[in-house]
């Protein structure tokens, strides 16, 4: 693995060039299971869900939920599942809404399932690559880190069930002062580089967002929590 691929590689690096119809917890296992519950039907029902074919993932050749890179007027817009949009539909997302509203187009390097480390490692990438005006970054759960499992990244979370991770994950999960020192460690450092490229670097907490849990999955944030995130970003701006 050289520096070139240590850079692009992120949780849907695999899917690249493709289009997915379920995605991340936004599963038709949990779709489906969802659908027995009355109660949980009615609200899938009431918020348009139910059509399976509603969503769709379109990744570029680089795994992201976006269109191909150019060399457009454009931001960066950096996150982990919120970012991305997981079960809502691309133009409802976040970078989408707050496209509309700056009138640039902003590039999605959202990837679910990520942590803050891999938000300045796809920066420190792409950014001298896409020549962004501004970055945004919807900073991801504190308790989350990265580390490379061979040639893949791997962002240790609470959930996690892979033996040979728990044992660092307990030690270095039980003390939150780690995940603070992590957070601002990798927020001082993505500034940097923004003020190297002398561009403005703004974020906000994945916790802004109101807590509807109205995305497909019914555990990700709806249509409308993404749009009022978007406006508070654009405020930013």
């Not at 995605?23 to 899938?44: A, H, I, M, P, V």
């Not at 399976?52 to 150019?70: A, C, L, M, Q, T």
């Not at 809404?97 to 990520?114: D, I, P, Q, R, Y």
């Not at 703004?202 to 406006?231: C, I, K, N, S, W």
Request: charged share 20%.
């Amino acid at each position: 693995m050289n520096d070139s691929d240590i850079g692009v590689r992120h949780n849907n690096y695999t899917y690249k060039g493709t289009t997915q119809y379920w995605n991340g917890t936004d599963s038709k296992e949990l779709f489906d299971q969802n659908c027995l519950n009355r109660e949980k039907k009615e609200l899938l029902q009431s918020l348009n869900w139910l059509d399976p074919d509603v969503i769709s993932y379109k990744f570029n050749s680089f795994g992201f939920r976006d269109k191909e890179f150019d060399n457009r007027l454009c931001g960066l817009a950096l996150g982990c599942s919120h970012t991305e949009g997981t079960g809502i539909p691309n133009c409802s997302t976040w970078p989408r809404v707050l496209s509309k509203l700056t009138g640039v187009h902003l590039w999605n390097l959202g990837a679910s399932g990520s942590s803050i480390d891999t938000a300045f490692r796809l920066l420190d990438h792409w950014l001298p690559k896409l020549k962004p005006k501004f970055v945004v970054l919807c900073v991801p759960s504190m308790n989350r880190v990265e580390i490379f499992d061979s040639a893949n990244p791997v962002s240790i979370m609470p959930n996690m069930s892979r033996r040979y991770l728990q044992d660092f994950y307990k030690v270095w999960a039980a003390n939150e002062y780690n995940g603070q020192v992590l957070k601002r460690k990798n927020l001082l450092a993505m500034q940097q580089l923004c003020d190297q490229a002398d561009i403005p670097f703004r974020y906000l907490d994945h916790t802004t967002f109101r807590p509807d849990g109205h995305a497909r999955d019914l555990m990700h944030y709806g249509v409308t929590a993404h749009y009022e995130f978007a406006q508070q970003m654009y405020n930013l701006l």
